[in-house]
């Protein structure tokens, strides 16, 4: 997630036509028109995505602890071309030890997910095993117990990954987080975090190295639980969030992680899309981590996810751009699932926001284009 982690085949023509026939979709309706009687429906299967099965559509991004979430659950649970939401999964605080009974507290995460599902809406979890900013810590103390550690002012308390102690305890937590979720219908996606919240980059890589950190170990441990996840045979789709890491980042290293994720069976993502991967695509650059290049290699062969990397700029202001030009465009390379700030969807469906007045009926559009493509509810 660029908002929080250190961090275009598709030409200019490409992105115009895919714009231009998105919004021709719109021409029967009027500005802003919200009628979910037109869409897909998110739980169902959608014929036109690369994977009518697997989970689609757009979805709110709840980060833990935010103060927008209640604005997003006041003013957003209704909204046809929204088909859920993301809840985050703090491994501490779900799993208080072996040694507790009941050893799992499971409160945190339904809490937030209640009013959604009983708004019919779909939930993806995003399982965080460390988290951002020098106070994080979603370790549980009985892992920091028997496994070494360090500390980095972006990601706080962090484990020493590859420890055997640190795998054995998170995969009893990825078993856990499924036998209690993966028959739950109100749920779509499970991205496991294995590096930095939800993502595979390496939290606290430079403290890391003074306990063997290298690209072969980190490559060594990303297999591992891929294969680990492959192994649990989950009844939900699994998925990965990409990125890179490096001066200038190892894209060959980011493209590895990607084969080896389809390779098990699992979708693949990126937290990291502005509107200068637009711009770079058309210009023969990399997107972040190279995601535009990753997708269009898999796409048919795994579901696509991609999040935005920070609240969009409505009037279009660089580098994250407004959705108006990043959706269309990434609808383009077969997104099937999107996740967007809140303040994004705030500024379509809340008059109550600053940018509503002004932008609302092109974000409206936007999203309702995309309704069209990836279902809505």
């Not at 980011?254 to 637009?278: F, K, M, P, R, W």
């Not at 535009?292 to 609240?311: H, S």
């Not at 994004?344 to 069209?372: G, I, M, N, T, W």
Request: charged share 15%.
């Amino acid at each position: 997630m660029r908002h929080l982690s250190p961090r275009r085949i598709t030409t200019v023509a490409c992105c115009f036509l895919a714009a231009f026939v998105l919004a021709g979709s719109l021409a029967a309706q009027a500005p802003g028109a919200k009628t979910a009687g037109s869409y897909g429906k998110c739980t169902q299967e959608l014929p036109g995505v690369d994977f009518p099965g697997s989970p689609h559509g757009l979805f709110v991004l709840l980060f833990p602890g935010a103060r927008v979430n209640a604005k997003a659950t006041a003013s957003l649970l209704h909204v046809p071309e929204l088909c859920g939401a993301d809840v985050y999964v703090q491994w501490k605080r779900v799993d208080r030890g072996p040694d507790a009974n009941p050893r799992y507290d499971w409160s945190s995460v339904d809490e937030q997910m209640a009013p959604w599902v009983k708004a019919g809406k779909q939930i993806n979890l995003i399982v965080w095993a460390t988290g951002y900013g020098a106070r994080a810590n979603n370790t549980p103390d009985y892992v920091f117990s028997k496994v070494p550690s360090v500390d980095c002012p972006s990601f706080g308390h962090t484990p020493v990954f590859w420890d055997p102690g640190f795998i054995e305890s998170y995969q009893a937590f990825m078993s856990a987080v499924l036998a209690q979720y993966g028959t739950n219908s109100s749920i779509g996606y499970i991205r496991f975090g294995l590096g930095a919240g939800g993502e595979i980059y390496p939290a606290c890589m430079y403290a890391l190295m003074d306990h063997g950190f290298s690209k072969a170990t980190w490559r060594k441990y990303l297999f591992g639980m891929l294969d680990y996840e492959k192994s649990l045979n989950s009844p939900k789709q699994l998925a990965v969030g990409l990125n890179a890491f490096g001066n200038p980042p190892d894209l060959a290293f980011t493209a590895e992680i990607a084969e080896h994720a389809v390779q098990d069976g699992i979708a693949i993502g990126n937290q990291g899309l502005t509107s200068e991967d637009v711009h770079n695509d058309a210009a023969g650059r990399p997107c972040m981590a190279d995601w535009c290049r990753i997708f269009r290699k898999y796409q048919g062969k795994t579901p696509l996810v991609l999040q935005t990397g920070g609240a969009s700029h409505p009037d279009g202001t660089p580098p994250q751009g407004s959705v108006t030009e990043m959706l269309p465009f990434a609808l383009s390379q077969h997104v099937q699932i999107f996740e967007f700030y809140v303040d994004d969807f705030l500024v379509a469906y809340d008059p109550s926001y600053p940018d509503y007045a002004r932008y609302h009926d092109e974000y409206q559009k936007a999203y309702a284009a995309a309704a069209k493509v990836l279902g809505g509810n």
